[in-house]
C-alpha cells in the first residue's frame, strides 16, 4: 500500500479570489472541519497586499491560530521579498513560492517577465533556506499557457533545476490553465525525475477541460505521491481566460480509496467542508463524490463547527 499526501488548498488558492471575504472566524471554522476529517497539510494562505487579495488581509492571525495544531504541516505562499518577511515574522516553518513559465501569464500574474521572476525566486529560495524555511518551488503554466500555446519542456525543466540548486527541497509542476493530458503529465514527471531524482515532485492540477483526476492517476502511476487539491473544487486563476478550479479534494480521496491507495482522509467527514464552503459562496461546487454521498444517504446535510478556535 502506497502513501499519498493531499496538500488542499482551499483557504488560499480556492478562497482567493471570492468576492465574500471570508471572516476569519469562517476560515477557522472550514480548518478545524479539515482537520477533523483528517487533512495533515494545508495551505492557509499567502503573503500578499490585502488591496489586491483582500481575502488573504489575515494570513498571519489565521497562522498564529492553527500553526501548532498537532499533527498538521501548515504551508503558506509567497510571492515576493515582502512576503517572505512577513512569513519569517509569523513564525511559519514551510512555505511555497511559484513563477510561471509563460512570459505573457507572468506579466499578466505577477507584472514581470517570466526571466525576472525567476531570477527574484531563486534569490527568495535561497534566502528562505538560510533562514530555516522548508521551501517547496513550482512552475506555473508547467503543461501549456492559453495565452503562448505549448511551454517547452526543456524551459520547465530549466526552472526546476534552478530553484533546486537554490534550496528547493520539493519541487511542483503547476497545471495553471488545465491545459495538460495524462500522456504529457507521464511524460514531464518522468523527464523531471530523471534529471532531478533526489527532489520530492508534487503536481497542482486543474479540472478545467475535466481531465484533472486523469492527469492526477497519471503522475501517481509515474511516482508522483503529493498533490494539491482544494475541497469542492472552489478556486482558479483569474488572469487565466476560462480556467476553472482545482481538482475537488474529496473526489481525489475517493479515486485513491478505489485503487487501494491510503490518504488517511474521512469521506464523510470531508463532505462536512464541502456543505460549509457551499453554504457561505452560496452556491454548488463542482465535486462530485459529496453529491453522490448525499443521494444515497451516505452522507449527512450537516454542517458541524466543532471547535471555533483552532487547536494550538
Not at 501549456?144 to 533546486?164: F, T
Not at 488572469?239 to 478505489?258: C, I, L, R, Y
Not at 485503487?259 to 460549509?276: A, H, W
Not at 444515497?296 to 483552532?310: L, M, P, R, V, Y
Amino acid at each position: 500500500m502506497n502513501n499519498v499526501i493531499l496538500e488542499d488548498e482551499t483557504l488560499r488558492d480556492g478562497l482567493q479570489f471570492e468576492k465574500m471575504v471570508l471572516s476569519l472566524e469562517q476560515k477557522v471554522t472550514l480548518f478545524n472541519l479539515l482537520v477533523d476529517a483528517g487533512v495533515k497539510r494545508i495551505q492557509v494562505g499567502s503573503f500578499v497586499h490585502p488591496k489586491i487579495v483582500p481575502q488573504m488581509a489575515d494570513t498571519e492571525e489565521f497562522i498564529h491560530l492553527t500553526l501548532k495544531t498537532p499533527g498538521v504541516l501548515i504551508t503558506g505562499l509567497i510571492l515576493n521579498e515582502k512576503g517572505l518577511e512577513r512569513a519569517l515574522r509569523s513564525g511559519l516553518h514551510h512555505v511555497s513560492m511559484s513563477v510561471s513559465a509563460s512570459d505573457t501569464h507572468s506579466r499578466k500574474n505577477a507584472n514581470v517577465s517570466a526571466a525576472d521572476a525567476l531570477v527574484a525566486m531563486t534569490g527568495l529560495i535561497r534566502r528562505a533556506t538560510n533562514a530555516g524555511l522548508s521551501v517547496r518551488a513550482g512552475v506555473q503554466c508547467a503543461f501549456g499557457c492559453v495565452y503562448e500555446g505549448e511551454i517547452p519542456e526543456d524551459r520547465v525543466l530549466s526552472m526546476l533545476n534552478a530553484m533546486a540548486s537554490s534550496g528547493a527541497k520539493e519541487l511542483n509542476l503547476a497545471d495553471t490553465t488545465g491545459m495538460a493530458n495524462p500522456k504529457q503529465v507521464r511524460r514531464m514527471v518522468q523527464r523531471v525525475k530523471e534529471a532531478l531524482p533526489d527532489q520530492d515532485l508534487s503536481l497542482h492540477l486543474h479540472d478545467t477541460r475535466a481531465l484533472g483526476l486523469a492527469n492526477m492517476f497519471a503522475g501517481y502511476e509515474v511516482g508522483v505521491r503529493i498533490f494539491d487539491v482544494a475541497t469542492g473544487g472552489l478556486g482558479g486563476c483569474p488572469f487565466v481566460k476560462g480556467a476553472t478550479g482545482n481538482v475537488p479534494t474529496e473526489d481525489a480521496v475517493n479515486m485513491f480509496s478505489q485503487i487501494g491507495v491510503e490518504v488517511g482522509i474521512d469521506l464523510k467527514k470531508l463532505c462536512r467542508v464541502v456543505s460549509k464552503l457551499e453554504e457561505t459562496v452560496g452556491r454548488r461546487l463542482p465535486g462530485r463524490m459529496c453529491t453522490v454521498l448525499k443521494s444515497t444517504g451516505a452522507c449527512g446535510n450537516e454542517t458541524s463547527t466543532q471547535g471555533d478556535i483552532a487547536p494550538r
